[in-house]
């Protein structure tokens, strides 16, 4: 398997814009989750799905904020409009079974929003 | 919620030493520690964990302890190698909480 695949890798884009990142868990896994990662902040969960199904999104920091995942292999977050404070590395991650356990992380996407 | 503490923020070893970080969790429902690997422009990745009903568990030169009296776990390196330099995530959950609760990390740099 190719493990869960992020994209892009970088984005920049100017404040104000539309931003979409995509995540491909790997195959089978049940869970899908979305991280930022900050240095002031660290590892912060932003959303989750089950089954393709949301189940918590108290992380995501504002409804500027949103996710998606339209079926189990495939899904985006979105940031509309984008700010500065929002440049951070994004990182989706899937999982199988238990909620918790044998997390597998993407390697990210680094936004920077100028 | 869970709240993870991880000590320190940054550990420097020479090679061959041993490196220990420390955790502290705060709900005493957690039942589930991995710890995670993060290189430079990579996503962390899984290298060990333990569950609750284990005090100890190891892998080649990784090993974890768990007190749960205690509320804290450790990550311990022996004969540690430059590729050891990343940094360090502890992590906690609950069965019925679920998600997983980082610590901020260690930056661990080994030096030859």
């Known amino acids: 398997d190719a493990g869960v695949i992020q994209s892009p890798r970088h984005e920049v884009t100017e404040m104000g814009q539309e931003v979409t990142l995509r995540c491909k868990p790997i195959?089978?896994?049940?869970?899908l989750f979305w991280y930022r990662q900050t240095m002031m902040r660290g590892l912060e969960l932003l959303i989750y799905?089950?089954?393709?199904?949301?189940?918590?999104d108290s992380g995501m920091p504002e409804d500027r904020f949103s996710a998606k995942m339209p079926n189990a292999s495939f899904s985006t977050l979105k940031i509309q409009p984008s700010e500065p404070r929002d440049s951070a590395v994004y990182f989706c991650?899937?999982?199988?079974?238990?909620?918790?356990?044998?997390?597998?992380f993407g390697s990210g996407t680094r936004l920077t929003v100028v | 919620g869970e709240n993870v503490e991880q000590h320190p923020s940054t550990l420097s070893v020479q090679e061959g030493d041993s490196a220990v970080i420390k955790c502290t969790y705060s709900?005493?429902?957690?039942?589930?520690f991995p710890w995670y690997k993060q290189e430079l422009g990579k996503g962390p990745q899984l290298i060990i964990d333990?569950?609750?009903?284990?005090g100890e568990k190891k892998d080649q030169r990784i090993a974890v302890t768990l007190n749960k009296t205690a509320k804290h776990f450790s990550l311990h390196i022996t004969e540690t190698q430059p590729e050891d330099s990343a940094v360090y995530f502890c992590?906690?959950?609950?069965?019925?909480?679920?998600?997983?609760?980082f610590g901020a990390g260690t930056q661990v740099v080994v030096t030859p």
């Open positions: 195959s089978g896994h049940d869970y």
């Open positions: 991650a899937s999982s199988f079974g238990q909620l918790g356990y044998g997390y597998t």
């Open positions: 799905f089950n089954n393709n199904v949301p189940i918590d």
């Open positions: 992590a906690a959950s609950t069965d019925s909480w679920g998600k997983l609760q």
């Open positions: 709900d005493s429902a957690s039942n589930y």
């Open positions: 333990i569950r609750s009903n284990v």
